[in-house]
Structure formats: structure tokens, C-alpha cells
């Protein structure tokens, strides 16, 4: 089992910035990708960003490119999603995910990943 724990959330104002992390304990290294997803009220659940450390690679959703980056710390099991010029649209509840593999072409596929975290919200004024 592996478990997951996001920190970083609060409130900011629009343009503003947060970084989001999460630790991954239990059996860590059981999983090479690890994934942001976030859920608005009233919305289904979407893809933010994935990192996958085998081959060091990156995914994105279109829209939040450029704003948004995901990086991994293999050292402290740790995922971070730095998030720049934050917009109301952004306020949603931030999800933390890992498997030990996820095709690039699938990603943002919440069915596929194995473990999530319990989240931890963002909440952007205007």
C-alpha cells in the first residue's frame, strides 16, 4: 500500500502563486508516476499534471501549460505542483495520485491510477 499526503493549499488571490506537495510512505518506490488532479465543485474530477521518474517525463493538461509545473523529488518520495498566476477558475480541491505505471496517452484517466491522496484545497479570489 502506498499512501499519500498533499500540503500546500490555502487561499491567494488572483496572480497569485502556491506550491503544492505531497509524500508518498508506505511502499514508495512500488510507484514511478505520481499525478495532480483537481475537482471543482459541481465538476467531474480532471487531469492537471503527471510526472513519471523512469523516464524523467512530464504531462500536462493543455490549458494550465505555462502556469503550472510538476516536479519530483525522488529523494523525499515527494511531488511538488508549483502554480503561478493563479485565476478563480483554478479554486478546486487538489488530488494527489500515483501508480507504478501510467501510459502517456492515458494519464489523465482517474480510473488508472491506484492511489490517491485526500486533497487539499486552493481557493483563488478575484
Known amino acids: 500500500q502506498v499512501q499519500l499526503m498533499e500540503s500546500g493549499g490555502g487561499s491567494v488571490q488572483a496572480g497569485g502563486s502556491l506550491r503544492l506537495s505531497c509524500v508518498a510512505s508506505g511502499y514508495p518506490y512500488s510507484v514511478n508516476c505520481m499525478g495532480w488532479f483537481r475537482q471543482a465543485p459541481g465538476k467531474e474530477r480532471e487531469g492537471v499534471a503527471a510526472i513519471c521518474t523512469g523516464a524523467s517525463t512530464t504531462y500536462y493538461a493543455d490549458s494550465l501549460k505555462g502556469r503550472f509545473t510538476i516536479s519530483h523529488d525522488n529523494a523525499a518520495n515527494t511531488v511538488y505542483l508549483q502554480m503561478n498566476s493563479l485565476r478563480p477558475e483554478d479554486t478546486a480541491m487538489y488530488y494527489c495520485?500515483?501508480?507504478?505505471?501510467?501510459?502517456?496517452?492515458?494519464?489523465?484517466?482517474?480510473?488508472?491510477?491506484?492511489?490517491w491522496g485526500q486533497g487539499t484545497q486552493v481557493t483563488v479570489s478575484s
Open positions: 495520485a500515483a501508480d507504478p505505471f501510467v501510459p502517456e496517452d492515458i494519464w489523465a484517466t482517474i480510473t488508472r491510477w491506484a492511489y
